[in-house]
């Protein structure tokens, strides 16, 4: 499994995008790339994936540089509820392996 | 809600007892893992279990054992419990046994006293 580099916090305000980034340099081709985050201590939650398009769900977006060695998801407008840690997981086998993420905090 | 079920929520125990967590996987679910938390070791894979077999390893330790059952639920037993066996324990389970994203159940909190 790759493995990732995160910031270990960032900010955010309120109603503006985050964008929160990851180095994933040394992924191979058949790794994808999973964000989950973790709300307080609250089970991680799965956010997003993608393997080398740019992807789209209701909660996020994320965009996979064309040499597939960074990542950046984008929460589009954050709220509060979004204070959480953020994971960035490079995974090829079926364990998540989880680095320590990146505290984003949301505020009003 | 993820839909995965965890008990009990809160554990607490003394050294050396034995201790058994149990998780129901979302209905469907054949696949079951099982993570720690602690403060200083983050969240580390333990085990994983596809439809009744042992699937893959991570850093369990031998004292741990854990089975899935006919009904898919899955349990964690953890003997010989030390100071630092004291963490969140979290039951995730998804629909293959490949790669699939997984939901997380709430967590058992273990407190070894």
């Known amino acids: 499994d790759a493995k990732t580099t995160q910031p270990p916090s960032m900010d955010c305000a309120e109603g503006r995008a985050a964008n929160l980034p990851c180095n994933h340099s040394?992924?191979?081709?058949?790794?994808?790339v999973y964000w989950y985050r973790q709300i307080h201590s609250q089970g991680p939650q799965y956010i997003i994936h993608g393997l080398k398009n740019n992807e789209t769900n209701e909660m996020a977006s994320l965009i996979i540089t064309e040499d597939r060695k960074s990542s950046t998801l984008i929460l589009p407008h954050a709220t509060l509820r979004d204070t959480a840690v953020y994971y960035c997981i490079g995974q090829a086998g079926t364990a998540l392996i989880f680095g320590k993420g990146t505290t984003l905090s949301v505020s009003s | 809600d993820s839909g995965v079920t965890q008990t009990p929520k809160h554990l607490i125990t003394a050294t050396g007892q034995r201790v058994t967590l149990r998780c129901s996987p979302r209905?469907?679910?054949?696949?079951v893992y099982w993570y720690q938390q602690s403060l200083d070791q983050g969240l580390q894979f333990l085990i994983q279990?596809?439809?009744?077999?042992?699937?893959a390893k991570g850093n369990i330790l031998e004292r741990f054992s854990a089975q899935q059952f006919p009904d898919l639920h899955s349990e964690l037993n953890l003997s010989s419990l030390e100071l630092g066996d004291s963490a969140l324990y979290f039951c995730?389970?998804?629909?293959?046994?490949?790669?699939?994203?997984?939901?997380f159940g709430p967590g058992t909190r273990l407190t070894v006293t």
């Open positions: 209905s469907g679910d054949l696949s």
């Open positions: 040394t992924i191979s081709g058949n790794e994808y």
């Open positions: 995730a389970s998804s629909d293959g046994g490949g790669l699939y994203e997984q939901y």
């Open positions: 279990y596809y439809n009744g077999e042992e699937r």
